[in-house]
């Protein structure tokens, strides 16, 4: 069932070279597999398939794992709703959304994947935030500064949970690799927010719309590690040199005006 | 002294027979002055004249392969070549070869193998740059050209092990990228716009200082500044600093993502979170700036679009790309694998 779940709709000769690959990786452990898998797309339904076998993947993980598909479930419907037809006119803008929706869609279902059986079902968004932002699917404007909002706050959430999945590395270097795409979508959102479009870096804790706000609250630190980063240049270049880890409840409290609660069972 | 001398040459003679008594090899630290022994019973210095094959040394005709230089941290290997008075070489061990290295790593391990062929190798590793002496005897009298002089000089960056190599590492590609930027920013090519200066500008600053937070960090286990070359760019080219650039931090982000997984302190990995996404938005920001408004931000050649997953190198696949700008040697074969 498992097997079906993930590797389902793979070519089966591609099945059986992953399956054997597995069984030779077990051998030379865990991590050497992770590097001779490292440019396999299906790697990740092996990752899956690996720890379903070994017993399951650890509830711990998985729960930082639907943590983070909840994130990527809210970046793929905003950017399938707001680039739907008749929906928002990004103008020259469009292959960069275009592409980021591509890249949030695929995080959904490379996390799905991995969770397998495990993996939560989409919660119901909304968009407007209870009416904050009501004209989201129609103006650019507000479409744009809420795209770059889930970006920082994506990057700054994966940043968060990076050390709760260190003991799994082929997990770790799988979020780092998402980490940094959210990173760059972050940075080329950024510069279509501004006129004329510079900086793709966070300096100080951002001017965001007061609603916005918690998604760059402490971004504007200058100490690193106890080191006082001032020695070494401005203070708005050493918080652009540093992005700012959220913790899961920061980042539960961001997302939840988005998010419509469960109606309580019948 | 001559009590001295006296006292040392009992205690070598006494490690001889030690030697002989237990294994083929010994070595042993004297006050300031390092010693190396290679003998084993039956020796040469006790001939068999009944035997044909056991032809005696002659030290005076025996060689070792001394380099003349050398570099700190890199091993030192000398092979020392028994003859017999008409120069043919013995094929056969069990002399009493000794090599004693004084001066400026006077004090440093020797080690020695008696390869039983004849030839009798020894190691040592120079810490600190400055002027060797070695010499070698054989039963107690020199060989040609003992005593040898070796020239320590500065050997290649040592990232060394654990999370201290990983932060090297780390900070080796900060020191390749702020001297690019400052080298950019030092003398802009034709027609770069202002948001080009402002990009590069803010860049250079942010490389600078992850450069110098990872040294602070380090501290004294920090590598040494390491000397850059960039031969191929041309930095009155637009397209090539913007390629180079884009080298950089998409090799930079690729860098981080693949040594996430090496490190183990939790704080270290969380800094190098905090540093892999502004590399990241590094090289969407000059990407977009090549190619504006298109994909091109996160291509396809760096985001796998059937994962949306991001390229990630290991060291040894790291290393080699930086190679042709790093002038500097770097030994990384101390960082962690796993």
Redesign the interface.
């Known amino acids: 069932m498992t097997e079906q779940t993930i590797l389902g709709g793979l070519d089966p000769d591609l099945i059986d070279r992953v399956v054997t690959r597995r069984d030779a990786l077990r051998q030379t452990?865990q991590?050497?597999g992770?590097?001779a898998l490292?440019s396999m797309?299906v790697a990740?339904g092996l990752m899956a398939k690996k720890a379903f076998a070994q017993g399951g993947l650890p509830a711990d993980i998985a729960d930082v794992l639907n943590f983070a598909l909840t994130l990527e479930y809210l970046e793929s419907e905003f950017y399938m709703l707001g680039l739907a037809p008749g929906a928002v006119d990004v103008g020259?803008?469009?292959?960069?959304f275009?592409?980021?929706s591509?890249?949030?869609?695929?995080?959904v279902l490379?996390l799905q994947q991995i969770l397998g059986p495990l993996a939560i079902l989409k919660p119901t968004f909304d968009f407007t935030a209870g009416g904050a932002f009501n004209d989201v699917f129609s103006n650019a404007t507000t479409f744009i500064t809420l795209a770059q909002a889930f970006e920082d706050t994506g990057?700054r959430a994966?940043?968060g949970q990076?050390?709760f999945v260190?003991s799994q590395?082929e997990v770790?270097?799988?979020a780092?690799?998402?980490?940094?795409?959210?990173?760059?979508?972050?940075?080329?959102v950024r510069?279509l927010a501004q006129s004329?479009?510079?900086?793709?870096?966070i300096t100080g804790n951002d001017s965001a719309p007061v609603a916005l706000q918690p998604s760059y609250l402490g971004e504007e630190i200058t100490t690193?590690?106890g080191?006082d980063?001032l020695?070494?240049?401005?203070a708005a270049?050493?918080s652009?040199?540093?992005?700012?880890?959220l913790t899961r409840e920061e980042v539960d409290a961001i997302v939840a005006p988005f998010i419509v609660p469960e109606p309580p069972p019948a | 002294m001559i009590d001295r001398l006296t006292t040392g040459l009992r205690e070598l003679d006494f490690l001889a027979r030690l030697a002989r008594a237990t294994s083929r090899r010994t070595f042993l630290q004297w006050s300031g002055v390092s010693i190396a022994v290679a003998t084993v019973g039956c020796g040469d210095d006790n001939p068999d004249p009944t035997d044909p094959t056991d032809t005696p040394v002659s030290p005076g005709n025996s060689t070792a392969n001394v380099p003349g230089t050398a570099g700190t941290n890199v091993p030192v290997e000398i092979t020392v070549q028994a003859r017999a008075a008409d120069d043919t070489n013995l094929n056969t061990g069990g002399d009493t070869v000794v090599a004693t290295l004084t001066g400026a790593n006077a004090g440093q391990t020797i080690r020695v193998e008696d390869r039983a062929n004849g030839r009798y190798v020894f190691t040592y590793t120079p810490t600190v740059e400055g002027t060797d002496t070695l010499n070698i005897t054989i039963n107690g009298s020199p060989i040609a050209g003992s005593p040898f002089t070796v020239t320590v000089g500065a050997g290649p960056a040592q990232l060394g092990s654990g999370d201290i190599g990983v932060l090297n590492y780390a900070y080796a590609l900060e020191q390749l990228e702020a001297a690019f930027y400052t080298a950019v920013v030092g003398a802009f090519y034709v027609g770069v716009t202002a948001?080009e200066q402002?990009?590069f500008t803010?860049i250079r600053?942010?490389e600078?200082?992850?450069r110098?937070?990872l040294k602070?960090?380090l501290g004294d286990q920090a590598i040494p500044a390491l000397q850059v070359d960039f031969v191929g760019v041309d930095f009155t080219s637009r397209d090539s600093v913007l390629n180079t650039a884009i080298t950089f931090e998409d090799l930079g982000?690729s860098a981080?993502?693949?040594a996430?997984?090496l490190?183990d302190s939790?704080?270290f990995?969380?800094?190098a979170?905090?540093?892999?996404?502004?590399?990241?938005?590094?090289?969407?920001?000059l990407r977009?700036i090549q190619s504006p408004?298109?994909?091109a931000?996160?291509?396809d050649d760096t985001?796998?679009?059937?994962?949306?997953?991001?390229?990630?190198r290991?060291p040894t696949q790291v290393l080699p790309l930086a190679d042709p700008f790093i002038v500097t040697a770097i030994d990384a074969s101390q960082l962690p694998?796993?």
């Not at chain 2, 996404?277 to 920001?285: G, K, L």
């Not at chain 2, 985001?303 to 390229?311: F, I, N, Q, T, Y």
């Open positions: 452990g991590r050497a992770l590097l490292a797309p990740f020259v803008a469009r292959p960069i275009d592409q980021i591509l890249h949030e869609a695929a995080h490379l990057v994966y940043k990076a050390p260190q590395a770790l270097t799988t780092l690799r998402i980490h940094s795409v959210e990173a760059r979508h972050a940075a080329a510069r004329p479009g510079v900086k793709g870096w690193q590690l080191i980063l020695a070494f240049g401005t270049a050493a652009e040199a540093f992005d700012e880890p | 948001e402002q990009v803010d600053d942010h600078i200082i992850h110098e937070f602070a960090a982000v981080y993502n693949g996430g997984f490190i939790p704080d990995l969380t800094v979170g905090k540093i892999v996404s502004v590399e990241a938005r590094h090289a969407a920001v977009d408004n298109t994909a931000f996160a291509g985001v796998d679009p059937a994962s949306g997953l991001d390229v990630f290991i694998t796993t």
